[in-house]
C-alpha cells in the first residue's frame, strides 16, 4: 500500500495566518490527491482534487499544488472556520490511502 | 440537492454482525460508485472498499476480506455495507462517500452524516 506521510502532525496558528500542509507519498502518485476538512463530530469535505483542483464551493483562500510524491494544502488567510484536521488521500492506487491528519488548532 | 443518509448508531456484542445502510438523493444513482470509509475514535480514516452502483462490483480492503459484503438496492436508491464476526477494534464511525468522477479510488465528494458502530461485550 502506498503510505501517505503529512507534517506537521498539529499546528497552532492565528486568525489572519497563511498556514501550509505537506503531504508525502511513498511512491508516485502523479496528480492523484485529494484534500479533506474534517471538524469534530462531522463527516470529511472535499476541498481539493486532483492536486489542485478546487471543489465547487470551496474558497479560494484554500489551494493545492505538487505532483509525483510532494503536495501542499496551502490556507492564504486563516479564517475562525477553518480550525479543523485536515487529511490528504491518493487516488492513484489501490487501495485509496489517507494520511494521519494535520490538526489547525488556534494559538 | 445531493444527499447521503445513513442508519442510526448501533450496539453490537462481539461475534456478531451489523449491516448499516446509505441511502441517496439528488443524482442519479448507477452514474457514481460509493466507497465506505471507518474511523476508529480519535484515530484518522481508513477506506473499507467500494461498491459500483452501476453493476455491483465491489472491492473490499484486503484486511476485511471475508467479513465485509457491500451491496445496492436500485429501486431506493440505497447502499448498504455488512460486517460479520464483530471485534472490538471494529468500533468507529463508519461513512458512505460518494467517488467523484471516473476514478474507483477517490476523491470522495459527498458524505454520509457518519453512523457509530461500537463493538463491546
Known amino acids: 500500500d502506498i503510505q501517505m506521510t503529512q507534517s506537521p502532525s498539529s499546528v497552532s496558528a492565528s486568525v489572519g495566518d497563511r498556514v501550509t500542509i505537506t503531504c508525502r507519498a511513498s511512491q508516485g502518485i502523479s496528480s492523484w490527491l485529494a484534500w479533506y476538512q474534517q471538524k469534530p463530530g462531522k463527516a470529511p469535505k472535499l476541498l481539493i482534487y486532483?492536486?489542485?483542483s478546487l471543489q465547487s464551493g470551496v474558497p479560494s483562500r484554500f489551494s493545492g499544488s505538487g505532483s509525483g510524491t510532494d503536495f501542499t494544502l496551502t490556507i492564504s488567510s486563516l479564517q475562525p472556520e477553518d480550525f479543523a484536521t485536515y487529511y490528504c488521500q491518493q487516488a492513484n492506487t489501490f487501495p485509496p490511502t489517507f494520511g494521519q491528519g494535520t490538526k489547525v488548532e488556534i494559538k | 440537492q445531493i444527499q447521503l443518509v445513513q442508519s442510526g448508531a448501533e450496539v453490537k456484542k462481539p461475534g456478531a454482525s451489523v449491516k448499516v445502510s446509505c441511502k441517496t438523493s439528488g443524482y442519479s444513482f448507477t452514474s457514481y460508485d460509493i466507497a465506505w470509509v471507518r474511523q476508529a475514535p480519535g484515530q484518522g480514516l481508513e477506506w473499507m472498499g467500494y461498491?459500483?452502483?452501476?453493476?455491483?462490483?465491489?472491492n473490499y480492503a484486503q484486511k476485511l476480506q471475508g467479513r465485509v459484503t457491500m451491496t445496492t438496492d436500485t429501486s431506493t436508491s440505497t447502499v448498504y455495507m455488512e460486517v460479520r464476526s464483530l471485534r472490538s477494534d471494529d468500533t468507529a464511525v463508519y461513512y458512505c462517500?460518494?467517488?467523484?468522477?471516473?476514478?474507483?479510488?477517490?476523491?470522495?465528494?459527498?458524505w454520509g452524516q457518519g453512523t457509530l458502530v461500537t463493538v463491546s461485550s
Open positions: 462517500a460518494r467517488i467523484r468522477g471516473i476514478g474507483v479510488a477517490g476523491p470522495f465528494d459527498y
Open positions: 461498491i459500483s452502483a452501476y453493476n455491483g462490483n465491489t
Open positions: 486532483a492536486a489542485s
